[in-house]
């Protein structure tokens, strides 16, 4: 009976829930979904992990790769985030270059990495003006049910806190850089941004962490960036559905709970893999 | 995907009865080639070139030499490049991206045959490690397509290897340090390549329970899969891989393998008296002409 | 080089610090027991892990680790075909993708397709079709998208295995599992189920039989779907090696049937998904 209901009307479905409090998978409107943390798991890469929140799977790997700065910037090296929505993760994806939502979303991580300084580019410098390092980071979706940003911004902040970068150095008899891949060493992480993302219903109803389902149905979308200190840091909210100020403040402080509740967990697996 | 024909349930029955009896619809038997026709130095403006007819299908093989940077993970060798091109020509199937999808999937399995140690050596192909290389691009154009691709593209492929000349390169240091390039005056005064090793490929079809070589278009189409082989001089297997769309049981394969290496290898040695006695004609000889 | 305007850029040119290593890396040796302790000249493949129905959105998937491969294989379909001009619609047809994710092998790949994924995606698509029964589904196209999180050694084989269970958990009518294998001749001996470094290594004796070898198998019809090898090999070693993946493909069976036993009996107890 409810099965049929939900597929005659999916948004009647919603609102009967909504209007108890609690959303159909059976979380009550400001809560998120179970987010369970690997980090370092991709040998290959130079720091690695993968995030599940509800069924929504980042993986992140990041890759260092040597180049010769910008003119402009001499002394700073390269973050370069880019975001891909495989076919394999949703039936709404193609193959071939990424699509809207992959760009926004790789431009909403550079954005942040850029404005926030989670890493000091010029940590990323080998000698200035000849070589610096690059950080591809590239994060990969494997399920895709909403909430890509809060996914990828915790997969990229764990990756970067894991990653070993080489010890470079530029040769003063054959001026080639030489690499020595045995010793390396940590990346300094300054700040640890998380995203909160929300959902408007019907004007009113502020749900956060929504299913994929749930985005399509909402009126309005915001996600909203805090650090540690309970600073903001960023908000993104393209266009939709208008929204009081007093329901802002509602995102934020929940954000800032949230912020806390994923340093606390990053920072506890990270301690599990450097122990193992 | 590859060109194909329809085949009436009668026609098909005909056509795996005679293979049964070791007597196939023209006459051959079932590890038998059709008639083959091989001409080198075909194409004037390119470094070596071949054309092979191979009963209805004809295959044009040209490659271009030039001086490129090594793969940084192979810095002391040169490397070769394939293009396929499938041209409406040889059947109206190769239209739009059909031609396009099987010129790749022709293009990369002869990259994995001939860009190996095994079949050229590689490191004469090095100019300089690290700096320059010679790239060969070979390009194959098929004309006509009357199946049996794969075995007509190799043969056409080791012809054009065997014509093709490189020229002679010295490099000089300038004052600074600078390396140069310089091209020997002498046209004549070129680089062979030893295909010896280079191999040829059999394409074995399975029809019904026996197998064949050389299958025809209609053959083609009683057979659910083959199996591509690319055999030596010396009878040693470089490459193999199985295509179509069915399975074979471990010991069909077996014996597949075991007549593709005796016919692959039988293949090499007349093809090499006929390049030599084709080169040894040089200017000489009467050219029949493109089409001839 | 196209520019990718969809993409985050980085700088035009960066090169990969393996290349500017001082001393290189020691070979891997012929003789003596293997990195990880398996034995050379026997069918000693790496435990495999292997689940199915992981992702949600998918008709059906797989996840399969052997070693530090890591593969992630979802099926989608049957759909609608894509394409109209394919003459024959009584039958359906298989697409497969194969992917190498940019952080999976020692060198950043790019996110455009290379050849070598092509040549992949082929592969396992020539190996798959014999298994699936695709009469069943005129004028619809199944779609198997096959994703590379971490390459050492063997992808294809297990790739072979990981998307034919995924194929198995969408509910896909087939006639046989279809299992992988591959192995590494080198000289007079031979590894099976290589990992990358056994696979890259050239080991001292250039000139006779050296090559890779993988076999696609279905078990319990006992056929091969699929073969493909490299290298430099005489046929009697060719046989023999097709022999022993065989024998491989057997040792992995029994847990892949468990395995997919395990999912529909999981399936068959829980509700009805949404």
Known sequence: MAAGFKTADLLEYYRRFLKENCRPDGRVLLEFRPTTLNIGSISTADGSALVKVGNTTIICGIKAELATPTVEAPGKGYIVPNVDLPPLCSSRFRPGPPGEPAQACSQFIADLIESSEIIQTDDLCVERGKLCWVLYCDLMCLDYDGNLRDACVIALLAALKNTQLPEAVISTETHLPVVDLEKRHGLKVCKHPVASSFCIFDESTLIVDPTDEEENLSTARITVVTEEGDRLCAVHKPGGMSLSGQKLQECINRATVRQKEIQKLTDKVLSSVKTS | MMAAVEVSEAEKVYILHGIRDDLRVDGRGCEDYRHMEIETDVVSNTDGSAKVTLGHTVVLVGIKTEIGKPRPMVPNEGYLEFFVDCSANATPEFEGRGGEELGTELSNTLYRVFNNKHSIDLKRLCISPGEHCWVLYVDVLLLQCDGNLYDAMSIAIKAALFNTKIPKVFISSDDEGGKDIELSDDPYDCMRLNVENVPCIVTLCKVGHRHIVDATLQEKACSVASLIMSVTHKGTVTCTRKVGGGSLDPESIFEMTEAGKRVGKALHAPLMKLLEQEESLGKKQQKVGFFG | MPTDTKRVRGPDVSQSPSLFVCQPADGVSPQGPRADGRRRDQVDVRPVFVRCGL?????????????????????????????????????????????????????????????????????????????????????????????????????LAHAITCASLALADAGIEMYDLVLGCSLRQNGASYVADPTSAEENDRGPDQSRNQGSLTVAFLPSLNQISGLQSDGEMSEDTLTAGVRTCIEGCYKLYPLVQQVLSRCVSRAACAPPPR
């Open chain 3, 55 to 155: 992702v949600s959105q998918a008709k059906g998937s797989a996840y399969i680790e052997a070693g530090n491969t890591k593969l992630m294989c979802c099926v989608y379909g049957p759909r609608e075909t894509e394409r109209k001009d394919e003459t024959d619609m009584k039958c359906g047809r298989l697409t497969t993708d194969m992917r190498f994710a940019p952080f999976s092998c020692p060198e950043r790949g790019s996110w455009i397709q290379g050849s070598q994924e092509k040549d992949f995606s082929t592969m396992l698509q020539e190996s798959l079709q014999p298994a699936v029964c695709l009469h069943k589904y005129p004028r619809s196209q199944i779609e198997v998208n096959m994703m590379v999180l971490e390459n050492s050694g063997s992808v």
